[in-house]
C-alpha cells in the first residue's frame, strides 16, 4: 500500500522555525513531484511549496524567502524548513505526492493524513 506520512508539527512562537517531513512509503518507481498544501480554519486549502524531482521548486508568495522546500529521492521524503513563522502560518499542513509505483501505477494527487502547525505565544 503506498501511503504518505508526516511528521514535525507542534506548537512554536512567532519568530521561531519548524521541520516538516512527509515519507512516501510502498512500492515505489518514480517521485514525479512532492509538496506541501495547508488549510487553516475557515479556508480553502492552498499550496504553499512544491519540488520537482530534478529539483525544481514553486512556492506560494507569502511564504518566499521564509520556507524552504527539499526531497530526498533516495528516501522518497520531502521536507519543509519553515523560518520566521506568524501566526499566519497556523493550519494543517498536508503532503501532497505524484508518483508512479513498480507496478506502473500512477497516483497523480496522493495525500498524507496531515500535521497541524499552531504558532502562538
Known amino acids: 500500500q503506498v501511503q504518505l506520512v508526516e511528521s514535525g508539527g507542534g506548537l512554536v512562537q512567532p519568530g521561531g522555525s519548524l521541520r516538516l517531513s512527509c515519507a512516501a512509503s510502498?512500492?515505489?518507481?518514480?517521485?514525479?513531484?512532492m509538496g506541501w498544501y495547508r488549510q487553516a480554519p475557515g479556508r480553502q486549502r492552498e499550496l504553499v511549496a512544491a519540488?520537482?524531482?530534478?529539483?525544481?521548486?514553486n512556492y506560494a508568495d507569502s511564504v518566499k524567502g521564509r520556507f524552504t522546500i527539499s526531497i530526498d529521492n533516495a528516501k522518497n521524503t520531502v521536507y519543509l524548513q519553515m523560518n520566521s513563522l506568524t501566526p499566519e502560518d497556523t493550519a494543517v499542513y498536508y503532503c501532497?505526492?505524484?508518483?508512479?509505483?513498480?507496478?506502473?501505477?500512477?497516483?497523480?494527487?496522493?495525500w498524507g493524513q496531515g500535521t497541524l502547525v499552531t504558532v502562538s505565544s
Open positions: 510502498g512500492n515505489i518507481f518514480r517521485i514525479n513531484t
Open positions: 519540488v520537482a524531482s530534478g529539483g525544481t521548486t
Open positions: 501532497n505526492a505524484d508518483l508512479r509505483t513498480t507496478g506502473l501505477r500512477r497516483y497523480p494527487a496522493l
